[in-house]
């Protein structure tokens, strides 16, 4: 067993660390207070290659190992849950579909802008009744003559709503089964049909600095050319992408955890009482050994699932063990880390303050951990 990484994923840690420290670091606590959306280090994040990072070079891609994608977020995550969050859905949930079920002119045409971080794209699957319950989807398509007319909305959508989305990829019911289950048909959707609205959602608890959108589709006709693979696959294309997303969401978990928990360390050796660094006293000692050890754990837990996916083994039941621990990893050493700081941890002035709330979402988002825990059980047998 090598738990080495390799000379290059060891460079791109370095390399995003070091790009995270000196572009979002400075920037990071004033956009969350303004809710500002930066295209700016979008496009700088695009530039160092964070952008299609597992996609043939044929599309702009960089062609590497998932786990060195992974590496990625989880560095923008020790920094920043909302630049990581844009990178993470713009590759697992904005790419990632086009590139593993669009037809050649398709990839030809979206994915270089997508993967050189000039555009965005975003994935549309959860609606106002449709969350955990993928079921309950009620948009809708319907076929006229050569074109798909699909009505309906979807919400919480990220990257589908900032001046430089190009589009989404959207899921809707297109007929019935022979078992009488919905057929699901994902269609590519660009800004500008007629019909399609994208509208910006403000007053986020976490994430404030992503681009989050509600999506409505009212009579908007597109081609058939516009169908993802298949007419029938969108069901297969959604668990098929939520099983890579989940490995960025818990990537996130475990980025974030570092970073709280270096927080938490940093302070307790600097802060002093009962004259000497509250380091020292055991209970402080024994908050930073748990998380050092769930933080060893969550890492293990991460790299075997992306192991798996780039060696084409089964990895979607160590896809979600690894997003439903890493995230509650975070919520524990976030935890913890506000503890350590005592009433300085609840001041915004604090990065610990943002990590807080920007946790919580990733016991929602890409399957709750309620959801996690029935997949799992699943694979288990229950």
């Known amino acids: 067993m090598d738990f080495d990484l390799s000379t290059e994923q060891e460079m791109i ?11 979002i670091v400075p920037l990071a606590i004033d956009l969350d207070e303004k809710e500002e959306f930066s295209i ?13 990072m597992f996609v043939s070079e044929k599309y702009e891609g960089q062609e590497m190992e998932y786990l060195s994608y992974i590496v990625a977020v989880e560095e923008l995550a020790r ?10 859905a713009g590759n697992s949930l904005g790419i990632g579909p086009l590139y593993y079920f669009g037809t050649e002119d ?4 979206y994915l270089p802008k997508l993967c050189t971080g000039e555009a965005l794209w975003g994935f549309g699957l959860t609606e106002p009744t449709a969350g955990s319950d993928a ?19 979807k ?46 959602m403000h007053k986020k608890m976490m994430w404030r600095a992503s681009n989050t959108a509600e999506l409505y589709f009212d ?67 024994f908050k930073l050994a748990d998380c050092a050890v769930e933080i060893e754990c ?38 913890h880390s506000v503890q350590i700081h005592g009433g300085y941890g609840l001041m915004k002035d604090y990065n610990v303050e943002r990590f807080y709330r920007d946790q919580k979402l990733l016991d929602i988002g890409e399957g709750t951990s309620e959801i996690q825990r029935i997949v799992i059980s699943r694979y288990i047998g229950c």
């Not at 818990?250 to 709280?260: D, E, F």
């Open 13 to 23: 840690r370095k390399e995003v660390r070091k790009f995270s420290e000196s572009e």
């Open 40 to 52: 700016d280090l979008t496009k700088k994040m695009g530039e160092i290659g964070l952008f299609g």
């Open 79 to 88: 920094i920043d849950g909302s630049q990581a969050a844009t990178v993470a």
């Open 106 to 109: 398709q990839k030809l045409k």
């Open 135 to 153: 079921g309950g989807s009620k948009t809708t398509a319907v076929v006229d003559g050569n074109d798909w007319v699909i009505n309906g909305s």
């Open 155 to 200: 919400i919480f959508i990220t990257n589908a709503a900032s001046d430089i989305s190009l589009g989404v990829t959207v899921q809707a019911i297109t007929g019935q089964r022979p078992n009488g289950k919905p057929e699901y048909t994902c269609f590519i959707v660009e800004h500008g049909t007629p019909g399609f609205k994208a509208v910006p």
């Open 219 to 285: 009579n908007v006709r597109v081609p058939s050319k516009n169908i993802l693979g298949q007419r029938g696959d969108g069901f297969h294309q959604m668990l098929q992408t939520l099983d890579g997303g989940r490995l960025s969401i818990g990537a996130m978990g475990l980025g974030g955890a570092q970073g709280a928990y270096e927080m938490a360390l940093k302070y307790a050796k600097e802060r002093v009482q009962f004259e000497q660094p509250i380091s020292k006293f055991q209970a402080i000692a």
């Open 298 to 335: 969550a890492r293990n837990l991460m790299y075997k699932a992306c192991w798996l996916r780039d060696n084409n083994r089964p990895f979607a039941k160590e896809a979600a063990m690894a997003k439903l621990y890493c995230s509650e990893v975070m919520g524990r050493v976030v935890n």
